[in-house]
């Protein structure tokens, strides 16, 4: 019997290494579908067991922690790997349709590694939500890197080369800030189990040296404003499958492994300025990226820079979280929304935002080009990917009823609560401005066309995928009682305030 | 005596090679200098009691590392001639 | 544009790589204070897991500690940085356009001394490779190190212009570049049917499983070495490039 656990990195690692092995024409689909299949058995299974018997831990190659690397999973862990299974599989169906042009008789470099490539980083992403040793997740973010920057390559184009390198460059920085906080909290605790050093008495200067070096690399890999500049490049000028990956999943594990040292490792004095600072560069991503993505005349660089702007709300669970000086919370009473809310804004942010990579795709696979000023006629062309990007664009507003909405009225409940009322502002603003972009792009949509144009046919499968995850990018706010019951099982934000 | 003095020699030599590394105008120059600094830094490793470490870095940071960049750099060579200006040249 | 113009440009840039060598030298300066302080404020004495890796070295199978730790205790690592090593080699294919070593050109220099000092080292290295091999369970020394100076060995055949990797068929290239990847995931698969942890070596027969993970690793990571050599940009045949923008022209 092999752990759920287990099989959630296992089976999309099985799934890679036949895709890679095995001859692309005849395999790839029976290939692809079964990982998919199997991943989401094994997310299903672990969802099951930890929401009926709690929280899971196993050892690896029989040596408990500190001497060996324990795999964990809490509420949170499965919150994470959940929506990267329902987001993936959606971006998979795609994929499978993107990738099988059965009229080209060569197998060209994308078919042949897309699935090899997406399923590695897949198990990587599990591994990171599942690892509970700092080390180990050093290098299940360095595997993830990696993926994310050969996927990118794949599409071939020159800009997509130097958008690649540029990211692998920013990456790799990163990484190594990363690895030298590890080092440090080696050094300071003997241990690298995060429940271990949890667990040890708070040790003051190389313990916030460590955060800070490990929070910056983080920061930088999640594409926190100021240092965001290499995605939207990254993002836009990868292939549609690619460019959902990254902006729905890729970015949110690096983010997820912060707010495992912010809870775990990281208190002391200095914890609510750096809370309030993490903030405020949130705060500045959510109207620099919507006021850029107001500028754009490409859908794909208008959706990239919206991803900018998204991040910055997760970086507001930071100030709500953060302990004064005194000792006291800054929300107290108050942290169970801020967290369940934070959550929730990655969840409907990876659906919304696949949605609308896919639906992308879709355009630029009929006009042959995204720029906005060629989307004319669209909504009569391509009713179901317009609704899809409508939908999905009510999701990132967060207009009542829908995902986003509901993680929106969560934090600034919070935030209200913690009497730091200058987020709400933000959360205001920033509102408007993404209804503004939303708008922008829609109205081409709208527009009818000046003489009839010669397209490409889509067909239904590939439009579908991008109105399912569309669909649920709303549908999740009319259920939060079960996903905030998983967020806490197993306390994974361990100074909640539960009643 | 003899060991702080090798060692601060080291340290010293290490940091100046990478200096000259990133401000080296010459593409091929730098190379060389990466693979000199490659084998130093194999050395430190061994004066930290670190030899698995010292070979590895041996092996990849100088060795395969260095045949990679070298070959790299004879190709933009070939393809573009010498750019003896780096910073000035990246229009494209 | 006029010569003004470009003269502009060039000030301008090179202004801007003023800027960034300011920057890049305050974040530096800001790093080196911050980790000497933290370094000056560390724990004193021994502190880590040195001594208890130590202590259970007797049951690992293996009698150097750092081999303990990749191959023993913390396996799951190592089996991940040998995904990241696949994975290179996918991103290099990618830039390739190919999962193949179809369309590299063989390598053209034949010089007569070059072959020469080829054949006389190609046997040594391999020695040195095995040789590394064997001696991780005592000392410094193991699959990455092996298999890099076996990698050494593929790209000197390469420069001397003779065939190697370059043609053996494209399926059993990417079976040699995953056998290493596969190792881990037997191991993991198997370690938990027999109703061990997984990756849990029984002590007894930790130091066999242990050469055998270790070979296949060093088998890939040879392969791997030795197609980033053959696979660089150079290699590539143009018209290969070509053909591929020109296809994606079309298709967009």
């Known amino acids: ?499 | 005596m003899t060991a702080l003095l090798f060692d601060v020699l080291l340290a010293l030599m290490l940091t100046v090679l990478a200096w000259r590394v990133v401000t080296t105008r010459e593409l091929l120059q730098s190379v060389v200098l990466f693979i000199a600094y490659g084998l130093l830094m194999a050395i430190a490793w061994t004066r930290l009691d670190a030899p698995d470490i010292a070979l590895a870095e041996a092996a990849i940071g100088a060795g395969l590392m260095g045949v990679l960049l070298l070959d790299t750099a004879g190709e933009l060579r070939r393809r573009h001639g010498w750019r003896s200006e780096g910073g000035d040249d990246d229009t494209a | 544009m006029t010569r003004h113009d470009a003269t502009l440009r060039r000030r301008r840039r090179r202004a801007l790589l003023r800027v960034r060598i300011v920057v890049a030298g305050a974040g530096a300066l800001a790093l080196a204070l911050l980790l000497v302080a933290a370094v000056l404020e560390l724990p004193e004495g021994p502190l880590g897991l040195a001594e208890e890796a130590a202590a259970q070295l007797a049951h690992t199978g293996v009698d150097h500690a750092v081999t303990a730790v990749l191959l023993n205790y913390r396996s799951y690592d190592t089996w991940l940085e040998v995904g990241v090593l696949l994975l290179a080699v996918m991103a290099i294919f990618a830039l390739r356009g190919g999962a193949h070593l179809e369309n590299v050109r063989p390598a053209p220099r034949r010089d007569p001394l070059l072959t020469w000092l080829t054949r006389l080292l190609i046997p040594m290295l391999t020695l040195t490779a095995g040789y590394l091999l064997w001696l991780g369970k005592f000392a410094p020394g193991g699959a990455f190190q092996a298999g890099v100076v076996l990698g050494a060995a593929g790209a000197m055949l390469r420069l001397s212009g003779t065939p190697s990797l370059d043609r053996i068929g494209d399926v059993a290239i990417r079976i040699l570049l995953a056998v290493g990847f596969l190792a881990f995931l037997v191991a993991a698969v198997a370690t938990r049917l027999a109703g061990l942890d997984m990756l849990e070596l029984p002590p007894g027969r930790a130091g066999d499983i242990i050469l055998m993970v270790e070979t296949l690793a060093t088998i890939s990571i040879a392969t791997t070495c030795a197609v980033l050599v053959m696979a660089m940009p150079g290699a590539e045949s143009p018209p290969a490039i070509a053909a591929k923008d020109v296809r994606k022209e079309a298709r967009t």
Not at chain 1, 306 to 333: D, K
Not at chain 1, 409 to 421: F, K, M, N, P, S
Not at chain 1, 446 to 466: G, H, T, V, W
């Open chain 1, 1 to 499: 019997m092999i752990e759920p656990m287990a099989w959630c990195i296992l089976a999309p690692f099985i799934g890679a290494s036949l895709a890679f092995l095995l001859p692309g024409r005849v395999w790839r689909r029976p290939i692809a579908i079964g990982a998919i299949g199997a991943t989401l058995a094994s997310v299903w299974m672990l969802t099951s067991q930890v929401w009926n018997s709690g929280a899971q831990r196993m050892d690896l190659s029989g040596w408990p922690a500190p001497l060996g690397i324990g795999l964990a999973a809490d509420g949170f862990s499965v919150f994470m790997i959940v929506m990267t299974g329902v987001v993936g599989s959606l971006i998979g169906a795609y994929a499978l349709w993107h990738y099988s042009d059965l009229s080209d008789a060569t197998e060209p470099a994308e078919r042949r590694l897309f699935w090899p490539l997406w399923l590695i980083l897949w198990g990587s992403l599990n591994a990171i939500y599942l690892s509970s040793d700092i080390f180990n997740i050093y290098v299940a973010l360095e595997v993830i890197t990696l993926a994310a920057v050969a996927l990118i390559t794949l599409s071939g184009k020159a800009e997509a080369l130097v958008a690649a390198m540029r990211y692998l460059l920013a990456a790799f920085l990163g990484s190594l800030s990363y690895l030298m906080g590890v080092a440090l909290l080696y050094a300071t605790h003997g241990a690298l189990d995060l429940v271990i050093i949890a667990d040890q008495e708070r040790a003051g200067l190389p313990e916030v040296g460590a955060f800070a070096l490990m929070a910056t690399g983080l920061a930088l890999k999640t594409a926190l404003f100021p240092m965001h500049f290499w995605l939207p490049p990254a993002h836009s000028k990868a292939a549609a499958p690619v460019s959902a990956i990254l902006s729905a999943l890729v970015v949110k594990a690096s983010f997820y492994v912060l707010l495992r040292l912010w809870f775990g490792v990281f208190d002391g004095p200095a914890m609510y300025a750096v809370g309030i600072l993490l903030g405020t560069l949130g705060s500045a991503a959510i109207i620099w990226g919507a006021f850029q993505a107001l500028r754009q005349m490409s859908l794909k660089l208008l959706i990239a820079h919206s991803t900018v702007a998204q991040i910055g709300y997760l970086f507001l669970i930071f100030p709500l979280t953060a302990r004064r000086p005194s000792g006291e919370l800054a929300a107290a009473g108050w942290i169970t929304e801020a967290c369940t809310g934070v959550s929730y804004h990655a969840l409907s942010h990876a659906l919304a935002k696949a949605a609308m990579f896919l639906g992308a795709g879709v355009v630029l696979h009929v006009y042959g080009s995204d720029l906005l000023t060629n989307m004319r006629g669209m909504s009569r062309r391509l009713p179901i990917t317009t609704f899809a990007l409508a939908i999905a664009g009510v999701s990132l507003m967060g207009l009542p009823p829908s995902g986003g909405f509901a993680a929106k009225w969560l934090i600034v409940t919070a935030a209200l609560g913690a009497g730091q009322w200058w987020w709400v502002l933000v959360i205001l603003i920033g509102g408007l401005l993404t209804a503004g972009y939303i708008f922008l792009m829609l109205r081409w949509a709208f527009i009818s066309e000046d003489a009839p144009i010669q397209l490409r046919p889509a067909n239904m499968p590939i439009q579908l995928a991008a109105l399912a995850l569309a669909l649920l990018s709303v549908l999740v706010g009319f259920r939060l009682e079960e996903p905030f019951q998983l967020l806490v099982i197993g306390d994974p934000f361990p100074i909640f305030d539960l009643p």
